[in-house]
């Protein structure tokens, strides 16, 4: 059964703009804190940002401050990340998660995962 749906990724330039979704299913939606991690091939899954239930609360990672932007509308059941400023380094596979925590950036602190969405960053 799939909890969490990612879609919105694709190839683009360096310096363009992505939005990827999230769209949940089953989960009450409001009881969890919703995160975006990536990651690439060899190396552990990233946490990139988190949003916390009532969108009241933001955290990103330092190597997207400024860059990408969580949010979430609760009555669609779906969460966002908005990427401006696309960098070649940015290139994972991005995955969604949904925590009953608030704050953390340990992937085994997240029960229910997406698939990925893969975003490929050309130079």
């Known amino acids: 059964q799939e909890y969490l749906v990612e879609s919105g990724g694709g190839l683009v330039q360096a310096g363009d703009s992505l939005r990827l979704s999230c769209a949940a299913s089953?989960?009450?939606?409001?009881?969890?804190?919703i995160a975006w991690f990536r990651q690439v091939p060899g190396k552990e899954r990233e946490f990139v940002a988190a949003?916390?239930?009532?969108?009241?609360?933001?955290y990103y990672s330092d190597s997207v401050k400024g860059r990408f932007t969580i949010s979430r509308v609760n009555a669609n059941n779906t969460a966002y990340l908005q990427m401006n400023g696309l960098k070649p380094e940015d290139t994972a596979l991005y995955y969604c998660?949904?925590?009953?925590?608030?704050?953390?950036?340990?992937?085994?602190?997240?029960?229910?995962w997406g698939q990925g969405t893969q975003v490929t960053v050309s130079s």
């Open positions: 949003i916390y239930w009532n969108g009241g609360r933001r």
């Open positions: 089953v989960l009450t939606f409001t009881s969890y804190t």
């Open positions: 998660a949904a925590s009953t925590r608030w704050g953390s950036v340990d992937t085994r602190d997240y029960a229910y």
